[in-house]
C-alpha cells in the first residue's frame, strides 16, 4: 500500500491557536471543541478572526488531531468527526499525503465489534448509519490509497447490506442534522459506501446482495427529500450512479444549488430547510431564534454563508458536471480562500446547539476538496501556524 501517515492516539502536538489564548485570561477555564492529551482545540466562535493567508498546513492539523482526538476521547465511530476522516481525507492523499493507518485500523476494530452485537442492538439508533460511514471510509481508503478491494471492505459492504431496512434505507437518528436526522442520509452514505469501492459492484454476482443494491436506488429514486439538503445529497449521490435521475431532474437539482448561492459567493445550510424540516423539527426553535430568521416572512433573511455548505455545494456542482471555470464556482472559490479562520477551520454555526459547533469540522472538510475539484488546492502556498 506504500507508505501511510501515522498519527500516534497517545502523544500529539497541540495546534497553536494563538489568537484563542490572547484571548482568555489565565484564570478563566479554557474551552475546547477537542480535547485529548496534549491535543487542544479551543472552541469555534463565530468572532474567531479570518486568516490573511490561507493554509493547507493548519486545516490539515485541525482535521487530523480532531479526529485523533475523538477516537481516543469517545471511542467510537461519529458521522461529524472520524466518520467524516476516513469519508473524505482519502481523496486528498495526493494534496496531503495518506490518511492515518490507524484511522483505518479503529474502523476495522470498530466493525468486528459491532458484528458482535445482536440483531436489535444493530438495527437501533444510528448504528445502521454508523456502519455505512465505516465501509465508506473502507471503500473510499481502497479508491485512493491501495487502490483495490481490501477483504475488510467486502466484509464490511456485506455487513452494510444484511442492515438494510425493507424500503432500502439505513436506519438512522432524527434529531442532529444534517448527519444525524434522516434514513435518507444513511442511504446516501451506504451508495457511496457500495459506489467508491473498486470494481465492487461490477463484480457482484450474488443475487441477495444484488436485490439490497437495487432496493437502495429504488429508495432514492421514489424517495422524496424533506429539504432541499436531502436533495442536494441526491444530486451527489447521483454523481456515481448515472441512472439514479433524468437528466431532467439533475439539471433541476443543479438549478436549485445555484439559486441557493449568496451575494458574496458562498452557500449556506440554513437556506437549504425550514427550521421543521430537519430530523422532526427538534432544532425548529433554535434556528427561529437566531437573528437571520425572519419570524414574519418565515424565511432566512441575510443568512451567513459558512464553509460546509460552501464547500459541499461546489463538491457537488463539480461532480455533476459544473466546469471548475463557471463564474458561479469561481465565486464560490473566492469566498473559501478568503474566509479561513486562524485555527485553520472554516466557520459553520451548528443547527443544533452553540456549544460544539462540530459541523466546523465538516466545514473544513469540504471546503479542503472543493478547492481540490477546481484544481485549486495543489497551486496554494502553504503556511505556517503564526
Excluded at 32 to 46: D, K, M, R
Excluded at 229 to 252: F, V
Excluded at 290 to 302: A, I, M, S, T
Amino acid at each position: 500500500m506504500g507508505r501511510f501517515r501515522v498519527v500516534s492516539f497517545g502523544v500529539v502536538t497541540c495546534v497553536c491557536c494563538s489568537w484563542a489564548m490572547a484571548q482568555t485570561p489565565e484564570t478563566k477555564e479554557q474551552k475546547y471543541q477537542y480535547h485529548y492529551e496534549q491535543i487542544a482545540i479551543p472552541e469555534a466562535t463565530a468572532d474567531e478572526p479570518i486568516r490573511k493567508e490561507f493554509s493547507l498546513e493548519l486545516a490539515d492539523r485541525y482535521l487530523e488531531q480532531g479526529s485523533v482526538a475523538w477516537t481516543k476521547q469517545r471511542k467510537c465511530v461519529s458521522c461529524h468527526t472520524n466518520g467524516l476522516y476516513l469519508f473524505s481525507r482519502p481523496e486528498l492523499t495526493l494534496e496531503l499525503g495518506p490518511p492515518s493507518i490507524e484511522n483505518r485500523d479503529f474502523f476495522v476494530s470498530e466493525l468486528r465489534k459491532m458484528k458482535t452485537l445482536d440483531q436489535e442492538k444493530l438495527l437501533s439508533g444510528i448504528r445502521p448509519t454508523q456502519v455505512a460511514y465505516i465501509a465508506a471510509g473502507l471503500a473510499e481508503w481502497d479508491r485512493h490509497v491501495s487502490k483495490k478491494v481490501s477483504p475488510e471492505t467486502d466484509e464490511a459492504l456485506r455487513f452494510m447490506l444484511s442492515l438494510q431496512a425493507q424500503d432500502g434505507s439505513w436506519g438512522n437518528l432524527d434529531c442532529w442534522p444534517p448527519f444525524e436526522s434522516s434514513n435518507f442520509q444513511g442511504a446516501t452514505v451506504a451508495a457511496r459506501a457500495l459506489a467508491s469501492a473498486p470494481g465492487w459492484l461490477e463484480n457482484l454476482k450474488e443475487e441477495p446482495l444484488q436485490a439490497g443494491v437495487d432496493r437502495l436506488k429504488a429508495y432514492l429514486q421514489k424517495t422524496e427529500p424533506a429539504h432541499d439538503y436531502g436533495r442536494l445529497i441526491l444530486l451527489w449521490t447521483a454523481a456515481q450512479y448515472p441512472d439514479l435521475l433524468s437528466a431532467e431532474k439533475k439539471q433541476a437539482l443543479i438549478e436549485m444549488v445555484r439559486k441557493q448561492q449568496l451575494p458574496d459567493g458562498g452557500w449556506s445550510i440554513r437556506t437549504f430547510a425550514a427550521p421543521e424540516a430537519w430530523g422532526r423539527g427538534n432544532r425548529a426553535e433554535k434556528l427561529r431564534e437566531e437573528p437571520e430568521f425572519d419570524q414574519k416572512g418565515n424565511v432566512w433573511k441575510n443568512p451567513t454563508s459558512d464553509g460546509h455548505q460552501t464547500g459541499l455545494a461546489i463538491i457537488v456542482l463539480r461532480e455533476s458536471g459544473v466546469p471548475a471555470d463557471d463564474p458561479q464556482i469561481q465565486k464560490g472559490i473566492q469566498w473559501l480562500l478568503t474566509h479561513q479562520r486562524e485555527s485553520g477551520r472554516w466557520w459553520t454555526r451548528s443547527l443544533n446547539t452553540d456549544r460544539w459547533h462540530f459541523i466546523t469540522y465538516s466545514g473544513t472538510f469540504y471546503p479542503l476538496v472543493a478547492l481540490k475539484k477546481c484544481d485549486v488546492l495543489p497551486h496554494l502556498k502553504q503556511t505556517t501556524a503564526r
